[in-house]
């Protein structure tokens, strides 16, 4: 299979490594659940890098798969439109639901609003292939710049500026995650070109590999229900939602 990959064909290693961004989203947001139902504080800054390193990691997983599917001649706008409407659409869902259910933590802008506009401003990138490393620096070093930025409006969240003492329980602005996302696309320019792998490998036929991938090909439908999950489990223990206003 070396070097003649079917177009149509996933590669398991990217669903490989999408599932154990999953299972660190999981595991990441079980615990951020953990200290809004049950007051959990412990090894605080061991939890937040973690939650950095899971969220970097499923960024840039995604500028690859996106990359991927760019090389492989992909490239009809009403392809990239359904996708930006799916999944900023279900953002949209997940803003109207936090703000129902919450007295603060509303999410404006998280990793779903996020990918569904980074699949439309990634196309003016994809010619740069591997270049889009440098790119990627101005993205991250601005959002160095934004996060010091306040001004008293939601509008300019996908941004990075935000009101002061503001609060959300998922945040990915543009500036500085669109360039992980940049750096996904890099890696993937560099590791498929014309959408194919340039190295040779084969799924191990071991079940936590296979059950990893599998999650990793279903990403989307675990992430939208695994909250739900969640938090009705921490309801039963907790007796109602948490006043996050407290």
Known sequence: MFGSEVYSK??????????????????SNFV???????GYSEHKLFWRL??????SLFVSISGLSLWISHARGRKSPKKY????????????????????LLDKGTIYFGVLHFLGVASLLIIPFYPLGWKNIFPAVLFLLGGQIVKNVHVDTLLFLPLG????????????????????????TSTGA?????????????????PP??????????????????????????????GGLPNLGV
């Open 50 to 55: 973690f939650a950095y390193a899971t969220a």
């Open 161 to 184: 500026i935000t009101p002061r003492e503001f609060f959300t329980l998922d945040y990915f602005p543009i500036f500085p995650w669109f360039g992980v996302f940049l750096l996904g």
């Open 209 to 238: 590999v296979e059950f990893i991938c599998f999650m990793g090909r279903n990403t989307l439908g675990i992430y939208l229900i695994h909250q739900p999950v969640f938090v009705g489990f921490f309801m039963l223990l907790y």
């Open 10 to 27: 996933r590669f398991w290693e990217v669903d490989f490594v999408r599932g154990i961004a999953l299972i660190m989203m999981l595991i």
């Open 81 to 100: 439109l359904l996708r930006f409407t799916k999944l900023f659409g279900l953002g949209l869902l997940i803003t109207l639901i936090t703000s129902m």
């Open 190 to 206: 560099l590791i498929y070109p014309e959408g194919k792998r340039k190295f040779k490998t084969s799924l191990p036929k071991i």
């Open 32 to 38: 951020t659940d953990l200290q809004f139902f049950l």
